[in-house]
């Protein structure tokens, strides 16, 4: 690596991830890796503040009459699955990989962008301010994460949200709409055939689920998505069900917003429709955004990302770029190479040195 100053980063943020692995922090359970945060910023005499389990900094010469850059990650994992060979909570290197829960998602996203964020921490030109916060509760998209840290941030004007994406550009990122739609029928006997039977009801609009096409489709993401993934109906054999009960999955994209995905469901299904919440909302940025030129001009691939992230929850604009590969992401045994989080560091810092927003 030519910069000296980014191997002697990466060097500090794989050490940094290593204490992230061995220190569990499921969501809702972040605050051990809080403290590791906290532990670091006073021994480094920087300002911080929290909030629950989130935790974020400004760098050193903050102008509030510059625009604000966040880049933001998150410190919670999900639970390890059963079908782990080596300790989750044991940080091990072996053949160039860095094995353990979080260490691809979003461990290593998540310490590259904070060695980044020290990289540019005293510069007094910068033409932005850059923020570094790492949240809680991503994996559950909880309501004490992002969505609470954002109401005590000033003003954002660009996040950069580090998840792993291979450092390509997610320009675009899916939403999600879980719907209980409920047909109803009226009780009757089998036998006579009397009553309206809320089964056949419920197919009508299931069929309309698997089959309709939203007028307009998203450049980055494609169509949106609908499956009827959850069914349930009927007390008796010989009882014609008044009730059929069903959950829809809408993977939504930046085509339309929730509200007018959901008025266009209810404008074609006779059952009640009812969104669990329309929180998670898509997000997309323009190509013609500066950061956007510019990651391209690096080499860094433009898409449209169908998992979901704290993007969802962010009433800005943002952009979703990291180390580590997603196909990782919650499986047993994860990891992530350590040259990706040197990479991590270097591409991040060669994307937001000279940027103007």
């Not at 792993?164 to 409920?182: I, Q, R, S």
């Amino acid at each position: 690596m030519k910069n000296p100053e980014i191997k002697q980063l990466g060097d500090f943020a794989i050490g940094f991830l290593t204490k992230l692995i061995e220190t569990p922090s499921l969501s809702k359970e972040e605050d051990k890796t809080l403290l590791l945060f906290e532990e670091f910023f006073k021994e480094k005499n920087i300002d911080f503040e929290t909030n629950k389990n989130n935790i974020w900094v400004k760098n050193k010469h903050f102008d509030s009459s510059k625009p604000t850059i966040l880049l933001n990650s998150h410190h919670d994992t999900v639970k390890p699955n059963a079908s782990y060979t080596k300790d989750p909570f044991k940080a091990e290197i072996v053949d160039g990989k860095l094995f353990g829960l979080g260490s691809n998602d979003a461990g290593g996203p998540l310490v590259s962008l904070f060695a980044t964020f020290l990289y540019f921490y005293e510069q007094t030109e910068l033409p932005y301010n850059l923020i570094f916060a790492a949240s809680a509760e991503e994996e559950i998209s909880g309501k004490d994460g992002i969505e609470l840290l954002i109401k005590s941030l000033p003003k954002i004007d660009l996040a950069i949200v580090g998840e792993p994406t291979l450092m390509d550009m997610a320009v675009a990122e899916k939403g999600l709409m879980v719907l209980d739609c409920k047909a109803k029928g009226v009780a009757g006997h089998a036998a006579r055939n009397e009553g309206k039977n809320a089964i056949y009801e419920a197919l009508e609009d299931i069929n309309w689920f698997r089959n309709y096409e939203f007028e307009k489709e998203s450049e980055s993401l494609g169509p949106i998505k609908m499956a009827v993934t959850v069914i349930n109906a009927g007390t008796q054999h010989n009882v014609v069900p008044d009730e059929c009960s069903f959950v829809v999955d809408v993977r939504a994209t930046d085509a339309y917003s929730l509200e007018e995905t959901l008025e266009i469901i209810k404008q074609n299904v006779k059952s009640e429709v009812t969104p669990r919440s329309i929180r998670l909302n898509p997000s997309g940025i323009s190509l013609d955004h500066p950061i956007v030129k510019k990651g391209i001009a690096l080499g860094m691939k433009p898409y449209g990302s169908p998992t979901l992230s704290d993007q969802a929850l962010m009433p800005f604009t943002s952009i979703k770029i990291g180390p580590g590969d997603s196909i990782r992401s919650h499986t047993a045994d994860e990891y992530i190479f350590v040259e990706e989080i040197y990479r991590g560091i270097d591409g991040y810092v060669e994307l937001l040195d000279g940027l103007v927003i």
